[in-house]
């Protein structure tokens, strides 16, 4: 269905550029791989929105989120419900899209994590599921294929602590534990939540170098966006 060299999808008569999402846990390494796809041709790369999520007016809910769950995550959360569809339905240049995260994760991993755990009025919860069923059902997000780097979490953990970015330095171990459990409850197991397209798994405990190379040699099979 998808020629790499042409890149568009001809779906239901219509042709649209193929769309990839970049799922991960935490500082699993989405940016590094995105990165190495920027630099491909005719691919076109968006990174997650965190400065909006940092800054919007002035207000951090990001950093007020990690501070106080309960009382912020419904703010956090509505705001990267908005950022994320604006991500999705922003116009496409070039024959292939790919994108860290989707609106997808937001609400399968870390509304469903800030919920379970407790942390989450159900109140919020509830509106929230409210926004989240009346986007999907009513307007189209396609997605053609999902890339998990799936890491251990203890990988992240140190990611994290290396990069040492603010909001961050109360995240603990258990926090990536239960990130990365949704993860693979929705997209290994495929028990939890309708997996919106194919997904293809790549291990990203490695390095720097070595996992370059795992993008070299998945890159064909990554941008045919066929698992
Ligand atoms: P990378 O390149 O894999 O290291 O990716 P990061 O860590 O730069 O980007 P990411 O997506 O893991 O997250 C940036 C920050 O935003 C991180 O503290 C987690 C947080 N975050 C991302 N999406 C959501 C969300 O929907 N809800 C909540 N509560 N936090 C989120």
């Known amino acids: 269905m998808l020629s790499p060299s042409q890149g568009k999808l001809v779906r239901n008569g219509e042709e649209r550029p193929t769309v990839i999402?970049?799922?991960g846990n935490i500082a699993s390494g989405k940016?590094?791989?995105?990165?190495?796809?920027?630099?491909?041709?005719?691919?076109?790369?968006?990174?997650?929105?965190v400065a909006k999520w940092r800054n919007v007016r002035g207000h951090n809910p990001l950093g007020l989120m990690y501070q106080d769950p309960t009382r912020w995550g419904i703010t956090l959360q509505t705001y990267v419900q908005l950022t994320m569809l604006d991500r999705h339905l922003s116009?496409?240049?070039?024959?292939v899209r790919m994108?860290?995260?989707?609106?997808?994760s937001a609400k399968y991993i870390f509304v469903e994590?800030?919920?379970?755990?407790?942390?989450?009025?159900e109140v919020d919860f509830a509106v929230l599921s409210e926004w989240f069923e009346w986007i999907t059902q009513n307007i189209a997000l396609p997605v053609d294929l999902i890339v998990y780097l799936q890491t251990?979490?203890?990988?992240c953990y140190e990611r994290l602590r290396e990069r040492c970015r603010e909001?961050?330095?109360?995240?603990?171990?258990?926090?990536?534990?239960?990130?990365?459990?949704?993860?693979?409850?929705?997209l290994i197991k495929q028990t939890s939540f309708k997996v919106p397209a194919p997904v293809l798994v790549i291990s990203a405990d490695d390095d720097l170098e070595k996992m370059?190379?795992?993008?070299?040699?998945?890159?064909?099979?990554?941008?045919?966006?066929?698992?």
Request: glycine fraction near 2%; hydrophobic fraction near 30%; charged fraction near 30%.
């Open 91 to 95: 116009q496409i240049c070039g024959p």
């Open 31 to 49: 940016t590094t791989c995105l990165e190495y796809f920027s630099k491909t041709n005719n691919i076109e790369v968006l990174t997650e929105p």
């Open 212 to 227: 370059l190379h795992q993008y070299e040699e998945n890159k064909e099979r990554i941008l045919s966006a066929q698992r």
């Open 99 to 104: 994108m860290e995260r989707s609106i997808f």
């Open 152 to 155: 251990k979490p203890e990988t």
């Open 167 to 186: 909001e961050e330095k109360v995240i603990p171990m258990e926090y990536l534990e239960s990130i990365h459990q949704l993860y693979e409850d929705w």
């Open 21 to 23: 999402c970049i799922e």
């Open 113 to 121: 994590n800030l919920y379970k755990s407790g942390k989450m009025p």
